[in-house]
């Protein structure tokens, strides 16, 4: 008997390839994903009791193909074409083929479905939404939860995202290298959004985490050298090393410079440092391996006091010529803080685009570079509203409880 969580396991590894055996044999996007969810709530269901077949794989593509075919003829208008196409479906049709010279490796439709989830014509909220159905197997329930919305908007979300994507052929498109980007920054708000929940109770969602890191794993073993997926999986390991050190017992955030570094993950840390170690020695550093060198530093400090800022600012006056978006040049000031004091961070915020106003980070920061420079009064003004904006309740405690303290010295 295998336990709930390595059935669950076993279950993300074969969704994309599952689905993507669907969809190049029959088409159908949008039924396709979803009697693999159907096939996939069943073995979820039988599993852990009746043990997982030998080929979980194919059990999985003949399950799925039968609540598929069951569906389509189920539609009048279409059963004079399915029966017309199940005629001529090849007696081999519910196995696996193995690869062969037109074919790529099955696991390469976990890409190829990566890139389809990615299409351009959908907007950022409905590639994430997608991804971690199709690709990462989770339920429409699972990815409500997550975001803190409703099933029944997560579905609505879900499925205007298959109905844009309805009609696309399946295979890796032409210029993928163009996509690749996108999919890597999908694939880096999941893994923020789990690192950082933007809302509700917890500072953290590790299944989201989690989910990110195993895909970042699984495009990384697709295309291994490519320096920037292999950035973006090192900055996911260096940066979710901490995650045991940011809450205390009550679910309270603990700043960076006061976490027990006892905690940090050694084995991701060495993981992720090997990683960006040869992706910045291949000389085309890009956004992401940066962001995972930065990340490298404070992991390899053994203190607050030991942190290399000047080489972190240098990483970042990098970043930011190549990324000069107001949240790089935000974390760049902190840098600059910490290289040359607080009144020049100071400055250099004052200089920052106003679009980061709508935010809690800007407030966040200026409270903490005006307490260092000795404006309690400034910096208590700011923390209250950094705490007003942001709709994480760890957050606004953490950032309430640092005014509050302010207030009780003034």
């Given amino acids: 008997m295998r336990r709930t969580s390595e059935v669950e396991d076993l279950l993300r590894l074969h969704a994309p390839q599952v689905l993507g055996a669907l ?5 159908h996007f949008d039924a396709a ?19 997982v077949p030998d080929n979980a794989r194919g059990w999985l593509i003949r399950v799925a193909s039968r609540r598929l075919t069951d569906a389509l003829r189920s539609d009048q208008a279409r059963r004079l074409r399915e029966e017309k196409a199940a005629a001529l479906t090849p007696r081999d049709a519910f196995t696996v083929p193995p690869p062969g010279p037109d074919r790529a ?7 190829t479905l990566l890139f389809l989830c990615c299409h351009p014509d959908l907007p950022p909220p409905a590639q994430i939404a997608l991804t ?22 997560m579905a609505q979300r879900i ?4 109905q844009r994507v309805k009609g696309t052929c399946f295979g890796r498109p032409d210029h993928w290298e163009e996509r690749l980007p996108t999919v890597l920054h999908t694939l880096y708000l999941i893994f923020n959004e789990g690192y950082t929940a933007t809302s509700g109770a917890s500072l953290q969602r590790a299944e989201l985490a989690g989910e990110a890191i195993r895909l ?5 073993r697709l295309l291994p050298g490519d320096c920037e997926v292999t950035g973006l999986l090192a900055l996911m390991l260096l940066t979710d090393a901490r995650r045991a050190a940011r809450t205390g017992a009550g679910g309270e955030l603990i700043p960076l410079d006061e976490q027990d570094r006892g905690l940090w993950d050694k084995a991701a840390i060495e993981e992720g440092v090997a990683l960006v170690t040869w992706a910045l020695s291949q000389r085309r550093p890009g956004p992401y391996q940066l962001r995972a060198a930065i990340a490298a530093v404070h992991d390899e400090a053994d203190a607050p006091d030991s942190t290399d800022w000047p080489e972190i600012l240098g990483l970042y006056d990098v970043l930011v010529h190549l990324v000069p978006s107001p949240v790089e040049r935000l974390n ?9 004091g607080p009144k020049a961070g100071l400055a250099e915020l004052n200089s920052l685009p106003s679009e980061l106003t709508t935010g809690h980070r800007l407030d966040s920061v200026r409270a903490h570079l005006l307490e260092r420079a000795g404006d309690p009064e400034a910096a208590r003004a700011a923390y209250e509203s950094a705490a007003a904006k942001t709709l994480s309740l760890p957050e606004q405690r953490y950032l309430r409880a640092r005014a509050a303290r302010l207030g009780d010295t003034t």
Avoid: F
Wanted: glycine content about 8%; hydrophobic content about 45%; aromatic content about 2%.
């Fill in 132 to 153: 971690l159905r199709a690709v990462g197997g989770l339920t429409t329930a699972e990815i409500a939860r997550a975001h803190l919305v409703p099933e029944a908007t």
């Fill in 23 to 27: 969809v190049r044999r029959y088409g």
């Fill in 159 to 162: 499925s205007r995202a298959k």
């Fill in 216 to 220: 970042a794993r699984t495009v990384h």
């Fill in 332 to 340: 760049r000031a902190v840098a600059i803080a910490m290289v040359h």
């Fill in 105 to 111: 490796p099955s696991e390469d439709d976990t890409l």
């Fill in 33 to 51: 994903e979803d009697a693999v969810q159907e096939a996939l709530l069943a073995a979820a269901g039988q599993w852990p009791e009746s043990g």
